[in-house]
């Protein structure tokens, strides 16, 4: 059974660093893109980063390019999300998203995601 | 950047179809992935490459894509379709639509 585990979602100060971490099971991890979509409470989904397999590329949405970096350790089945100088418009749920097939841009799997709130 | 423009609410009686759209320039052209999402929990894809259905989703969901818009089908609507419906593209990253909240009456 697939899973995706969010954790590290917290109440931090705008300008504040956060790393969120999702582990994942279940699948050949090396095998799939990975993404990170948020919501903000009572709005809808964005996009926000994506890493291939192998960690070679990343993209990611023009509201968080050159403050979040994505990265993922496929010896620890594991996926990151480095987010720094941290503004109170990337107050959401982040989720761990798996790509449907190899580096696709659909998900099949979503975690539950973890609650990261920028605020005073 | 690229826009995907969804209805906020869509409204159906149990046992009819409802219909959501996706509009974006020349859609068509690419692949539209819908996904539902229920109150408190995560999205869940219903219809990929623009009508193609992945395993245990009902024959009642299906899609279609050509010109400008997208379409969601559901028909024979229950109680349980009630959820947020979210439209996805690929466009150098990827684009979701608005979302669209399908009201069971």
């Known amino acids: 059974e697939v899973q995706l585990v969010e954790s590290g979602g917290v109440v931090v100060q705008p300008g504040g660093s956060l790393r969120l971490s999702c582990a994942a099971s279940?699948?050949?991890?090396?095998?799939?893109?990975m993404h990170w979509v948020r919501q903000a409470p009572g709005k809808g989904l964005e996009w926000v980063s994506l890493?291939?397999?192998?960690?070679?590329?990343?993209y990611y949405a023009d509201s968080v390019k050159g403050r979040f970096t994505i990265s993922r350790d496929n010896s620890k089945n594991s996926l990151y999300l480095q987010m720094n100088s941290l503004r109170t418009e990337d107050t959401a749920l982040y989720y761990c998203?798996?790509?449907?097939?190899?580096?696709?841009?659909?998900?099949?799997?979503w975690g539950q995601g973890t609650l990261v709130t920028v605020s005073s | 950047s690229y826009v995907l423009t969804q209805p906020p609410s869509v409204s159906v009686a149990p046992g009819k179809t409802a219909r959501i759209t996706c509009g974006g320039n020349?859609?068509?052209?690419?692949?539209v992935h819908w996904y539902q999402q229920k109150p408190g929990q995560a999205p869940v894809l219903v219809v990929y490459?623009?009508?193609d259905r992945p395993s245990g989703i009902p024959e009642r969901f299906s899609g279609s894509n050509s010109g400008n818009t997208a379409t969601l089908t559901i028909s024979r609507v229950e109680a349980g379709d009630e959820a947020d419906y979210y439209c996805?593209?690929?466009?150098?990253?990827?684009?979701f639509g608005g979302g669209t909240k399908l009201t069971v009456l």
């Open positions: 490459d623009d009508s």
């Open positions: 890493i291939s397999w192998d960690g070679g590329s990343t």
């Open positions: 996805q593209v690929w466009d150098s990253g990827v684009v």
């Open positions: 998203a798996k790509s449907r097939y190899g580096g696709s841009y659909l998900f099949d799997y």
């Open positions: 279940g699948f050949t991890f090396d095998d799939y893109t």
């Open positions: 020349n859609i068509g052209s690419k692949s």
